[in-house]
Nanobody
Framework: QVQLVESGGGLVQAGGSLRLSCAAS????????MGWFRRAPGKGREFVAA????????YYGESVKGRFTISRDNAKDTVYLQMNSLKPEDTAVYYC???????????????????WGQGTQVTVSS
């Protein structure tokens, strides 16, 4: 059983930056594709970003492309989401996710996710 714990959320003004972290435990971190999803109030789950096992391949949702960067440190069992140029529409609960069997591209649907974190709130004020 893999446990995923997000941190780094908070309140930021539009145009600002935040970095989310997701610490994994209970499994071999390097064998998992890792990703981030979000859910805004009253909306469905949205794919944000994913990164392959080595960290050399990434995939982003269209709404965050060019503003967000996903990275991972396999020595620290942690995946990060650097969020720049934040907009009010980025306000959501952000969830970390892991997928043992898929790819960064395939993770976008959410169907192959094995484990989810509990989420961290990001609020962007205008």
């Amino acid at each position: 059983q893999v446990q995923l714990v997000e941190s780094g959320g908070g309140l930021v003004q539009a145009g600002g930056s935040l970095r989310l972290s997701c610490a994994a435990s209970g499994g071999t971190f390097s064998i998992y594709v890792m990703g981030w999803f979000r859910r805004a109030p009253g909306k469905g789950r949205e794919f944000v970003a994913a990164i392959n096992r080595s960290g050399l391949s990434t995939y982003y949702g269209e709404s965050v492309k060019g503003r967000f960067t996903i990275s991972r440190d396999n020595a620290k069992d942690t995946v990060y989401l650097q969020m720049n140029s934040l907009k009010p529409e980025d306000t959501a609960v952000y969830y970390c996710a892991s997928d043992r069997g898929g790819t960064a591209y395939a993770m976008a649907s959410g169907a192959s996710v094995d484990y989810w974190g509990q989420g961290t709130q990001v609020t962007v004020s205008s």
